[in-house]
Structures are given as structure tokens and as C-alpha cells.
């Protein structure tokens, strides 16, 4: 009897024991899954915090401008139609900072008819030598009114002489440039492709690989000066331009004065330089005042368009251009208030100074005539990111035998620009 009761305690026990462990057996597999769970998640918060901290660096702006033109007659000649409706700039930037010092810039313009990629360039402050950056890929010109965002800008457009020059405001090339800490200066000095794009549809592919061999060279120095008591800041300073186009096709060019020459063999470069200067008058008086203007003057030349297999009579007819210019352009701007400004720009340009009121190398649009253009503008800042311009353009062209008149080529322009 003490046997089987033994025996059936130890049965009881052995039940209870093999139980229990089960019990504890399942214990743990469910808390080792929770673990692998747990364990899971923070992989996976760690990889989010990871991206996290990526898309912090990355900051992410831009703005639209849709407009509505009216134009003169002449203008509805050409365009055949006297106003339209379009999207003049449509920007997004974006610039990432994986490190300090360190930026990266990406801005595509999706405007109407026209994408484009506008700015691609990475830039890096030089380690060691404080205020001074590398700049590669594709950007501004180092130029006052070119750098100045269209988004800020107090006319609808740069002025003509400054498009002339600087057509499609970006280059590629590599820029050095210098921000003073201590002394209030700004140097740029900025080596590119150079290649030509003027107005006629034979310029050259700008944007792309260089088309010659030779490198152009841009140089800007701006000095600040600071006058507190009386509310004033001054920046001004000198910009150079030394560089050249390649005539591949054609050794004859037209001089400014209308004389021919030639040089001794093809794939000779014809000289594009130029000198100018800057000045900006900031004074806050009066709810803020400023007056800015830029000079530039030098040789500019445009490349022959005839073939290679052109007879020498065609390559005279079709010399390249080596022209004398002279360019400037003056701001009065005036707030009134924190909502509303307003601007007159006065533009001149001459293509070709040697010769006044000359027909001399003026192309079959008048491209190569002086022009003077006054420019009244209205801005109104809705608030942060809502900007409504008025503006009314008023050009006036050069008369002479190809040109016996002005054009009526006036415009006027409504534009709303939304800003993030």
C-alpha cells in the first residue's frame, strides 16, 4: 500500500514537474519572440532615425511665376498675338549638406516650354584657410545682377546689356571665391568653358562641353563700406571678363567700323574681354532707399555660322563679328512701407560703339542696334511667399538705315510669384 501511494505521489509530481516546465518552456519562447520583435523595431527606428537625420540635411525652396504680357504692335507682328498667359519660372532647389562646409546644389526650372537644369554644383569650404570656397559645376556667372535670384529681383528681367553678355546667366567651370570675416571684402575668380550662345539659332550649344580648347576667365572684387550713423552700406568694386571664340570656319571678320580683315589662318580665336564696375547705395531713410548700378566695356565677338565647304565669297558675306560695346544700367528703388515698392530702371547697351547710328553689322533681327529702355515697376508683398509685380517696358532702338524707326515694341507685365 505505501508502495502504490509512493508511487502515486511521485506520478503526481512528475505530471506537475513536466507541466510546469512546458508552462516555463512556452514562457520563454514567447518572450524571446517578443525580444526578436523589440529587437526588430529598433533596427528599424534606428534606420528612420538614420534617414531622419539624412533628409535634415537637405533643404528644399523654390517659387513659381506665372504672368500675363501685353505687347506693342511690333511685338504682335512678330509674336501674332498682342498678350498672352505663361509660366515664366517654375524652381525647385535643393541643397544637401552632408557635413559641415560641405553643399551640394541641384535646381531644375520647369518652366513653360522649357526644362531645363539651371544649377548643378557642389561647393566646399577649403579647410584651414577661413572664408575661402570651391565652387564646381555648373552656376552663376560671378556677375552683381546675374547672381541676384530672380526670385528677389525688383524688375521682371536682367537688364539687356547684362543678357547680352551673360546669355543664360550659368557657366560650367570651377570659382574660387573669398567672403572676408574680418575685412569686408568679396573676391571671385571663376575659369569656364566659355562657350558661345547669342541670339541668332547658329550660336553655339551653351551648357554643354566646351567647343574649343581655350578657358574663359571671370574675375570680381566687391568692397563693403558701412556708414551706421547715417543708415548707409555701400558695395562696390571692379569685374573683368578675359576669354575668346574659336573661328574654326572662317578667318574674315567685320570690324566695328565696318572695315574687313581677316586672320592669317581658320581655328584662330577672336578676343572676348571686357572691364567694368559695380555699385549698390543702400540707405535706410524714408522706409529704405537704394540706387545700384553696373558699367561693363570691352570687345565682344560672334563666331561665323558659314560651313567649312563655304567659297570664299560666302565666308566674306558671312564674317564674324569683333564689336566694340558699351553697357550700363541704373536702379532708383524706393519702399514704401513693408508691402509696396517701387523701381525705375534705366538700361543702354550698345553692341557697336565705333560707328554711331550705324547699320554695320546689325543682323536680320536688328540684334547688333543700341538700345535705351526705361523700366517702371510695382511690387506689392502679399506677405512672405505672395509677390504681385506690375511693370510697363519702354525700349527705345537705335535709328538708322536698317532700323529708320522705333519700334513699338513696348511691354507690359503682370506677374504673381508664389515663393516656399
Given at each position: 500500500m505505501k508502495k502504490l501511494l509512493a508511487i502515486g505521489i511521485f506520478t503526481v509530481i512528475s505530471i506537475y514537474g513536466y507541466s510546469q516546465k512546458q508552462v516555463i518552456d512556452s514562457l520563454k519562447d514567447v518572450i524571446e519572440r517578443h525580444e526578436g520583435k523589440l529587437n526588430a523595431l529598433d533596427d528599424r527606428v534606428l534606420v528612420n532615425e538614420t534617414d531622419l537625420a539624412k533628409l535634415n540635411k537637405i533643404k528644399v525652396s523654390g517659387y513659381i511665376q506665372a504672368q500675363w504680357e501685353m505687347y506693342g504692335a511690333d511685338l504682335e507682328k512678330t509674336n501674332g498675338y498682342d498678350n498672352t498667359f505663361y509660366v515664366r519660372r517654375a524652381r525647385i532647389k535643393f541643397i544637401y549638406e552632408p557635413a559641415s562646409g560641405v553643399a551640394f546644389v541641384l535646381q531644375p526650372d520647369f518652366s513653360t516650354g522649357n526644362i531645363v537644369l539651371k544649377d548643378a554644383y557642389a561647393q566646399i569650404n577649403i579647410p584651414k584657410l577661413q572664408g575661402w570656397s570651391l565652387w564646381a559645376g555648373q552656376m552663376n556667372r560671378p556677375d552683381y545682377e546675374v547672381e541676384y535670384s530672380s526670385s528677389q529681383r525688383e524688375v521682371m528681367e536682367r537688364s539687356r546689356f547684362i543678357k547680352a553678355l551673360y546669355p543664360g546667366e550659368r557657366e560650367i567651370g570651377a570659382k574660387l571665391e573669398y567672403i572676408g570675416t574680418k575685412i569686408p571684402l568679396k573676391f571671385q575668380l571663376m575659369v569656364m568653358n566659355g562657350n558661345y550662345n547669342?541670339?541668332?539659332?547658329?550660336?553655339?550649344?551653351?551648357?554643354?562641353?566646351?567647343?574649343?580648347?581655350?578657358?574663359?576667365?571671370?574675375?570680381?572684387?566687391?568692397?563693403?563700406?558701412?556708414?551706421?550713423?547715417?543708415?548707409?552700406?555701400?558695395?562696390?568694386?571692379?569685374?573683368?571678363?578675359?576669354?575668346g571664340?574659336?573661328?574654326?570656319?572662317?578667318?574674315?571678320?567685320?570690324?566695328?567700323?565696318?572695315?574687313?580683315?581677316?586672320?592669317?589662318?581658320?581655328?584662330?580665336?577672336?578676343?572676348?574681354?571686357?572691364?567694368?564696375?559695380?555699385?549698390?547705395?543702400?540707405?535706410?531713410?524714408?522706409?529704405?532707399?537704394a540706387i545700384k548700378a553696373e558699367f561693363a566695356s570691352g570687345i565682344n565677338s560672334v563666331p561665323s555660322a558659314v560651313a567649312a565647304t563655304a567659297t570664299m565669297a560666302q565666308m566674306k558675306a558671312s564674317p564674324s563679328l569683333y564689336n566694340n560695346f558699351t553697357g550700363y544700367y541704373l536702379y532708383f528703388i524706393k519702399n514704401f512701407g513693408p508691402k509696396n515698392q517701387f523701381v525705375v530702371r534705366y538700361d543702354y547697351y550698345d553692341p557697336n560703339t565705333k560707328i554711331p547710328n550705324s547699320s554695320f553689322n546689325v543682323d536680320a533681327k536688328g540684334n547688333n542696334i543700341s538700345y535705351k529702355t526705361w523700366d517702371l515697376a510695382w511690387q506689392y508683398y502679399l506677405n512672405d511667399n505672395i509677390r504681385i509685380s506690375l511693370q510697363y517696358e519702354m525700349p527705345k532702338n537705335e535709328i538708322n538705315a536698317s532700323n529708320p524707326t522705333d519700334k513699338k515694341d513696348n511691354m507690359f507685365t503682370v506677374r504673381v510669384q508664389a515663393k516656399f
Open positions: 547669342g541670339p541668332t539659332a547658329q550660336a553655339a550649344v551653351q551648357n554643354a562641353k566646351d567647343v574649343d580648347s581655350k578657358k574663359d576667365v571671370m574675375a570680381r572684387l566687391v568692397y563693403s563700406i558701412k556708414i551706421p550713423g547715417a543708415g548707409i552700406g555701400i558695395d562696390l568694386g571692379p569685374n573683368f571678363y578675359f576669354g571664340n574659336l573661328s574654326k570656319n572662317n578667318k574674315y571678320y567685320k570690324n566695328s567700323d565696318g572695315t574687313l580683315d581677316s586672320l592669317k589662318s581658320v581655328w584662330k580665336y577672336l578676343d572676348k574681354n571686357w572691364v567694368g564696375g559695380e555699385i549698390q547705395i543702400f540707405a535706410d531713410v524714408l522706409g529704405g532707399t
